[in-house]
């Protein structure tokens, strides 16, 4: 599905997250790793929920190690885990993106 008209209007100072088809991340990091990396770098980061996303996926295996579709879960993860308050997604959005999306306010 692709947008073919209207707008979007996001308020000032609002916390935009986004995830790109490719999720960038650090391959030679392992899932821990990498879920602290994302609580280091983010003021409002949400470990609980950021570790819900990524659960099914082991914590010591290595980014570069899991099938893609867990590296993309991995992903939506880092992306969620800040909180944002609208997600864009670049591209076909990963299969565990409506599972993962389900947060509590």
Request: hydrophobic share 45%; aromatic share 4%.
């Amino acid at each position: 599905m692709h947008p073919d008209r209207g707008a979007v209007t996001i308020p000032a100072g609002a916390r935009i997250g986004f995830l790109a088809q490719d999720a960038p991340l650090y391959r030679q990091l392992t899932v821990a790793e990498t879920l602290r990396l994302g609580a280091r770098l983010n003021p409002a980061w949400d470990a609980p929920f950021a570790e819900s996303c990524a659960a099914g996926i082991p914590a010591s295996a290595r980014v570069g190690r899991p099938a893609p579709g867990l590296r993309a879960r991995l992903g939506l993860a880092m992306a969620l885990g800040k909180r944002p308050d609208p997600l864009l997604l670049d591209g076909a959005a990963p299969q565990s993106a409506e599972h993962s999306a389900e947060r509590p306010d």
